[in-house]
């Protein structure tokens, strides 16, 4: 357990130099998506979950669309419940650690504007990732492209935050 957290939080910690390059950055809360793993009822009955079973990912999400967007929201695929993470100013990045299941292998996530209205809402396959996923939101005061970038170098990160 002491392991996985320090993992976790040497992951995030590089996850936060790389959002930070050349931009505004305001300090956020992490906030741990599902993290009622252990509540499962199928794996209650069976057997506890090993680290092998659980996927500790760093979800980046970075504005670039000129515009402040109201609200970032996930869906927990572990209790289907949404989580209401939190504003993100332009040009701003955040980062959601995770802890779920590794055969999740999508992501429920919307935005909403500064009314609190729901802008827009996708679905992203992090099949792919390994430790992080970034989801770069870029347009002119609208969605009108997301970059996903899985595991990125320091270098592909940079580059896709300009």
């Known amino acids: 357990m002491k392991k996985r957290n320090l993992l976790l939080i040497s992951a995030l910690v590089t996850m936060g130099m790389l959002c930070g390059c050349h931009e505004k950055v305001q300090e956020k809360t992490i906030y741990v998506v599902g993290k009622d793993v252990n509540a499962l009822p199928e794996i209650q009955e069976s057997v506890e979950p090993t680290d092998e079973d659980i996927k500790n990912l760093s979800i980046c999400f970075?504005?670039?669309l000129g515009v402040d967007i109201g609200m970032i929201s996930l869906i927990d695929p572990v209790t289907e419940?949404?989580?209401?993470v939190d504003a993100l100013a332009d040009g701003e990045t955040i980062l959601v650690g995770s802890n779920?299941?590794?055969e999740i292998n999508e992501l429920d996530w919307a935005i909403y504007?500064?009314?609190?209205?729901?802008?827009?809402e996708s679905t992203t396959d992090i099949s792919n990732a390994k430790s992080s996923v970034w989801i770069i939101l870029k347009g002119d005061k609208a969605v009108e492209s997301i970059d996903t970038l899985f595991d990125p170098t320091?270098?592909?990160a940079r580059e896709s935050l300009q």
């Open 62 to 64: 970075a504005n670039r």
């Open 81 to 84: 419940e949404q989580i209401n």
């Open 113 to 120: 504007n500064s009314k609190g209205e729901l802008y827009s």
């Open 100 to 102: 779920m299941p590794r």
């Open 154 to 156: 320091e270098e592909e």
